[in-house]
């Protein structure tokens, strides 16, 4: 059909960047709609990983009239059980959303569909179900099924919400009927007295443009200020002012076009939205109770633009992203429905002019440290992730060109990388503790949750950039197996599974990563096989009969529950025992020293209160106390910033772990 020409360039585009053209049109277009309105509720959801594509595309079979379905709580996309209780852990609340989409890539809204979407969508959130659904339907309403349960509904913060989107490619003229279904919907779940308010969201082909526009922070926006002062120069800023702003002119930036918050604003703040807490409350009663005082009790909001231009008390700016002022410009977004005249809200707004991504670092990680923010939400600043994206960029032209994306969006600007080729902090830390660590049941968790419980065993100074980029490689060329069709579905969700399998089959065991010599010979002959990309699929595809072999022990020999393979740990020791059966190879080279000796660098030395010297090495989440006793040999001059060898132990007089057999690494 032929579609209005500038969204379906933009279509065209989107195929071209995640690879889908071999899709038919219809189902192509169902995964661009899902993008698309997506990306708008979480930024970084679909950055070079499919599966969660995958699993929120539901169209086909017994898809009950909806091609989209996804859940969010706190703000994130889940797919599992596990991740629902790692965010309820972390936050102890729980803000649930229920997201259903249609997408008809035809030019008209049709009642008929319409009707069938939403009774599609009556049927899932009732009690009982009269329609035939898929499995994946099924999955989604697995989650649903605990999120209302007893055990999870104490902590809501509030009722689950509802939002709907039907999605055609003519344009939207308020058609009564279809407005009445929209009406009826909205009384029908309200008298169920268990959601929110539903919201139903018709999007033409005008909104989708400039929805896909801002999701890639594409957009210029004019607002007016009350002042304006300019601030001093800075080597690398072309320019930077400090405006009085009132809250009516920001929501022009915070607002999209159907209404919601624009989430890819905040794509380079190191905090989601965190709800209705303390702070926040404290924020909205200011803006209800005292709005002209909101200047003076709010710190304001920091945004990075690549440019603006000034003309009297007006400014024009491109490309926005606030850098700080998260829960400000939620809480202001919120604060609009509830009859307070946003115009007598003052706050001030600090704008800076810069691409360069360093003084953005620079700033993001200065202007939040007020804050209370947790420590790992500043990974991707730290040396070792910058050394790693070089690494990447210098490294990969060898084999296949691949980026390490550190930071959210910062190869948009380029149209020659595709998204396929960006590997971002989430899949490298999940598939490199499941390829290199032999962790591929916790792969799946969130990676604020692996950053914390594994500190010290990723992402070392002292570790080699070779097994990472392995990681990112194997990932790569496994994605593009599964994109083409070339390995049977039912091991998708096993991703983490078969690349430690890949690496145990092409290079034997692995060898304590604190060695570095000994993690880039062992890196080097997994990236040898990788760099015959025949080979390569051909060793994927007898992998995926290894891992049918250990499901069918597994199920039917060790009578163990077929559906908790992915994250028992006794399972991932049953592939590793099948793999090094079918693939034996010489391992004598591959252990060095044991994997109990750690490297780190001493960062302190004191003397303890007899005069016997004693220092500190860097640990994370505490540094590591050693002493003269348990280290005689060990000379303490000038050893501090040197990198040593160490073993852990625990100190016997306050069971505090402690290091032993301290000496300084060659």
């Not at 689950?160 to 009826?184: F, I, S």
Request: proline letters at 3%; a neutral charge; glycine letters at 4%.
């Amino acid at each position: 059909m032929q579609a209005e020409p500038i969204i379906n360039a933009r279509f065209k585009k989107f195929r071209e960047l995640y690879e889908l053209t071999d899709l038919s049109d219809g189902e192509a277009f169902e995964r661009f709609v899902n993008y698309v309105i997506l990306t708008l509720h979480q930024p970084d959801a679909f950055t070079a990983d499919s599966e969660l594509m995958d699993f929120v595309s539901v169209g086909g079979h017994a898809d009950m009239g909806i091609d989209g379905l996804a859940v969010k709580v706190n703000g994130l996309i889940v797919k599992s059980k596990q991740d629902i209780d790692d965010i309820l852990k972390k936050f102890k609340r729980a803000n649930v959303e229920f997201i259903f989409i249609q997408s008809k890539y035809k030019q008209n809204f049709n009642k008929g569909e319409l009707n069938n979407f939403i009774d599609g969508v009556r049927d899932f959130v009732s009690d009982k179900h009269r329609f035939p659904m898929n499995d994946k339907i099924k999955n989604v309403l697995l989650l649903k099924e605990y999120l209302l349960s007893d055990e999870v509904a104490i902590m809501w913060a509030q009722n689950p919400q509802v939002t709907l989107y039907y999605v055609a490619m003519g344009r939207w003229r308020n058609a009564p009927d279809l407005v009445g279904l929209q009406n009826q919907f909205k009384a029908d779940l309200s008298a169920l007295n268990i959601f929110e308010e539903a919201e139903l969201h018709f999007i033409d082909s005008e909104i989708l443009k400039n929805l896909y526009d801002s999701i890639e922070n594409n957009f210029t926006e004019t607002i007016n200020t009350r002042q304006i002062m300019p601030l001093t120069d800075v080597d690398g800023v072309s320019n930077s002012c400090m405006a009085v702003v009132f809250a009516d002119e920001l929501l022009k930036l915070l607002v999209t076009e159907e209404g919601n918050i624009r989430k890819s604003l905040f794509d380079d703040n190191v905090r989601d939205y965190q709800g209705e807490n303390a702070v926040n409350s404290e924020i909205e009663e200011t803006i209800l109770r005292q709005p002209s005082k909101f200047i003076l009790l709010n710190n304001g909001i920091t945004i990075v633009c690549d440019d603006f231009k000034q003309n009297n008390t007006r400014l024009t700016i491109v490309n926005p992203q606030i850098v700080n002022g998260c829960q400000t410009g939620h809480v202001i977004f919120f604060s609009r429905k509830k009859s307070v005249d946003m115009s007598k809200v003052p706050l001030t707004i600090k704008f800076i002019s810069t691409t360069n991504l360093d003084i953005s670092n620079d700033i993001v990680r200065g202007t939040n440290r007020q804050n209370i923010v947790l420590e790992e939400a500043f990974e991707t600043t730290k040396k070792f992730h910058k050394d790693l994206e070089l690494f990447f960029n210098a490294v990969s032209p060898e084999y296949t060109q691949i980026y390490y994306e550190r930071r959210s969006k910062q190869y948009a600007h380029n149209p020659t990388i595709k998204q396929t080729e960006k590997i971002n902090l989430k899949i490298l830390t999940q598939y490199f503790i499941a390829m290199f660590l032999n962790k591929p049941h916790i792969a799946h968790r969130h990676e604020w949750v692996l950053l914390r419980e594994l500190p010290n065993e990723i992402y070392q100074e002292h570790h080699s950039k070779l097994p990472y980029f392995t990681t990112a490689l194997a990932f790569y060329q496994l994605e593009k197996m599964f994109r083409e069709n070339k390995l049977p579905k039912h091991v998708v969700p096993f991703k983490a599974h078969l690349l430690m399998m890949f690496r145990e089959s092409t290079a034997g065991v692995i060898p304590n990563l604190n060695s570095e010599k000994k993690s880039d010979e062992h890196s080097q002959k997994t990236l040898g096989f990788l760099k015959n990309t025949s080979t390569t699929w051909q060793r994927f595809d007898e992998l995926c009969t290894v891992f049918d072999m250990a499901r069918e022990e597994w199920v039917n020999v060790l009578k163990r529950d077929k559906f908790r393979m992915k994250d028992v740990p006794e399972f991932t020791s049953l592939l590793l025992k099948k793999v090094r059966n079918r693939y034996p190879l010489e391992s004598v080279d591959a252990v060095e020293e044991s994997q109990d000796i750690l490297k780190g660098k001493v960062i302190k030395t004191t003397m303890d209160k007899y005069g016997q010297p004693c220092g500190f090495i860097s640990r994370r989440p505490d540094d590591v106390f050693f002493h003269r006793k348990h280290n005689k040999g060990l000379d303490f001059e000038d050893i501090v910033g040197k990198t040593v060898k160490y073993r852990m132990t625990t100190n016997p007089l306050n069971d505090k772990p402690m290091a032993i057999d301290v000496e300084i690494s060659g």
